[in-house]
């Protein structure tokens, strides 16, 4: 179930025809992979929700690190802000699935304006340790808050009613698995216009040279804090949807650990490129899920060595790699 | 009173033991400008080879910790060569997974080969005995530790300010290219202080070990706290870094003592504060 799309070049992506087409096949083909998850692996639909969950996260982290350039170690501040707002405000009654993940999206954006408004006072190294420092705050407020996030036991005792009114959220977790899918090719699809638009270009420029963009007369701060806010709602979403399928809020998605493994999966799949963001996870995550069950610390050694790999090998991941044998194989075509 | 001495002395203890570790840091990043994640690794390497000659071969503790720094030096030696070079000029982010990956491949392989339970390295009974100090009885190893301190602050103070090989170092520290002009050899230069990082993070490994203990994710677990206090101080500053240590050791165990319900709740605050408030860290220069 791998989702290798031809992904977009680093340069202005042009509103051409072929540009179009590529995403809808691309689109198209999120849905295939998705699919086929579905009836490829039926006993493992809990683990399939978590990965989109997750993808939904890395998602939001490829907006920041990728699109503008803010290397963050923090990111599942964002994630928890969104799955606890849900949580509580699934246990306090509001039990509507979808309002709850607009309820996790307001969180996540809420704790993305915070975040941004924070670490975009630092450049570099001190913003790095900014952004840690938020996730490590957060995590021990939650914990410190037992009252309303249940503390280390986590929050449980989540009970989403059904969607619509009409499919339950049932042991299996197909409910679960269609909902997050259609939520995230959702997600997607906005996405790429958000990235393809003017306010996109802006944050890639701002990536690519802070101070030329600053003489346009362009505003900086108020451009990133809004990519801020965007990301936060994703991530939250992301939350939300962790907390809705698992009925569970533990204080591991506000973790130093979850944001550190993020970013691996965004590097892992490429930054950049949202197909990067997906494809880090899926793979990410599948590994994990078969050798951690064997023993967790040959898990880290293995991490860690396809962590130094890909910096090594392929500092544009497994997207700007196969783009690569793409475009080799089509200069040797063209001869 | 008597608290706020009996804390402040446990606090300096803390302080001076985090310092030795992160002055190490403190120094690749200022002058190879390379954000080491895996620095608290090298520090684990060191604890867990203490912790072998000291508890299973029966080494004395001196001795424990000259192996240690020595056994951490020549396995970085590789390490360095191979991997570090490479990232010497990149970005951050490249250079922050690098180091996180050779991070968990370290807690990965100490594991296979140690087993994942807590390392224990057994004190003298010199250091391991409670000493008066007047209004409280500390033990010895804390005094030991806060000497450790004074020693590596004050030599590394002397070796940077006042030997040939400090000015060499500045001046790369300033500008690489030109000091290579100059005829200072900058390879040595980053080679010799790597060394030195790398050896003072496994002696702080060592010592500090009643503070940080050596446990299986100690890599992971404290990485964090280290890149914190080195980027409060601002890298590459011993001043800097002497304040940092001694802030947040103050800060940290001041919380644990009075507030232990919400652990690491103002360490993390007081480090948002300070870094809006000094960007650059305390001493840090403009890069």
Redesign the interface.
């Known amino acids: 179930m791998q989702v290798i799309a031809p992904s977009e070049k680093l340069v202005a992506p042009s509103h051409t025809g072929a540009q179009i087409g590529r995403d809808v096949a691309g689109v198209l083909l999120i849905i295939a992979a998705g699919l086929a998850g579905y009836w490829l692996f039926p006993d493992n639909l809990a683990l399939l929700t978590r990965v989109i969950a997750v993808a939904l996260m890395v998602l939001s982290l490829d907006l920041i690190?990728g699109y503008c350039g803010i290397?963050t170690?923090g990111h599942a501040a964002l994630f928890g802000a969104g799955a606890y707002a849900a949580g509580i405000a699934c246990v306090n009654g509001v039990t509507e699935p979808l309002t709850l993940i607009v309820i996790g999206a307001v969180g996540g954006a809420a704790a993305g304006l915070v975040m941004g408004t924070?670490m975009l006072?630092?450049?570099?190294?001190?913003q790095?340790?900014?952004s840690?420092?938020?996730v490590?705050?957060f995590h021990?407020?939650a914990?410190?808050a037992s009252a309303y996030t249940g503390g280390s036991d986590g929050l449980s005792g989540l009970m989403p009613s059904p969607l619509f009114g009409v499919f339950e959220f049932d042991l299996w977790g197909q409910t679960a698995y269609l909902f997050g899918l259609i939520l995230l090719v959702f997600v997607f699809i906005v996405l790429k216009f958000v990235v393809s638009s003017p306010f996109g270009m802006l944050c890639r420029g701002i990536k690519e040279d802070q101070v030329r963009i600053r003489a346009m007369g362009a505003f900086v701060f108020p451009v990133l804090l809004k990519m801020f806010v965007i990301s936060g709602a994703v991530a939250g979403m992301g939350g939300a949807l962790a907390a809705i399928s698992t009925q569970v809020v533990g204080l591991d998605s506000v973790s130093?650990?979850l944001s550190?493994n993020a970013?691996?999966m965004l590097?892992l799949g490429g930054l950049g490129t949202l197909y990067g963001a997906l494809v880090g996870t899926v793979i990410f995550m599948g590994f994990e899920h078969v050798v951690s069950s064997i023993n967790p610390?040959?898990?880290?050694?293995?991490?860690?060595?396809?962590?130094?790999a890909?910096?090594?090998a392929a500092?544009k991941g497994l997207s700007g790699l196969t783009d690569r044998l793409f475009a080799s194989g089509r200069a040797k075509g063209g001869r | 009173m008597q608290t706020i001495l009996s804390i402040g002395l446990d606090a300096f203890a803390y302080g001076m033991a985090l310092f030795i570790i992160c002055i190490g840091l403190s120094l690749t990043?200022g002058l190879m400008r390379v954000?080491n994640l895996a620095h608290g690794a090298f520090a684990m390497i060191a604890g867990y080879i203490a912790s072998y000659a000291a508890r299973d071969l029966g080494m004395g503790y001196a001795i424990a910790i000259a192996l240690a720094i020595l056994g951490t030096i020549v396995i970085s030696i590789p390490l360095e060569r191979l991997?570090f070079r490479?990232?010497y000029g990149s970005p951050?982010?490249?250079q922050?997974?690098?180091t996180?990956?050779?991070?968990?491949?370290?807690?990965?392989?100490t594991?296979?080969f140690f087993g994942?339970t807590l390392k224990t390295i057994p004190l003298p009974e010199a250091l391991a005995q409670p000493v008066d100090v007047g209004f409280r009885t500390i033990s010895a190893h804390r005094l030991f530790v806060i000497a450790c301190g004074v020693v590596v602050a004050t030599g590394l103070w002397f070796l940077i300010e006042k030997t040939a090989f400090g000015i060499k170092l500045r001046a790369t520290v300033d500008n690489a290219a030109m000091a290579d002009a100059l005829g200072v050899r900058t390879q040595v230069v980053y080679a010799v202080s790597f060394a030195i990082a790398i050896g003072l993070a496994a002696l702080g490994g060592v010592v500090g070990a009643e503070f940080l203990p050596i446990e299986?994710y100690y890599a992971?677990r404290y990485m964090?706290t280290f890149?914190?206090v080195v980027?409060?101080g601002g890298?590459g500053s011993i001043p800097g870094a002497v304040v940092a240590c001694i802030v947040l050791g103050a800060i940290d165990t001041t919380g644990r003592y009075l507030m232990p319900?919400?652990?690491?709740?103002f360490f993390?605050?007081a480090?948002?504060g300070i870094?809006?408030v000094f960007?650059?860290?305390f001493f840090g220069r403009a890069?």
Do not use: D
């Open positions: 690190v290397a170690l924070i006072r630092a450049h570099g190294l001190p790095l340790v900014l840690i420092a938020i490590q705050l021990e407020a914990n410190k130093f650990e550190a970013l691996v590097v610390f040959h898990w880290m050694t293995m991490v860690g060595a396809l962590l130094i890909v910096v090594l500092p | 990043m954000v991997l490479r990232i951050e982010l490249t922050v997974l690098m996180i990956g050779i991070t968990f491949c370290v807690i990965g392989i594991n296979y994942p299986p992971l964090v890149l914190v980027s409060v890298a319900e919400f652990g690491n709740f993390y605050a480090v948002i870094v809006c960007p650059r860290g890069q």
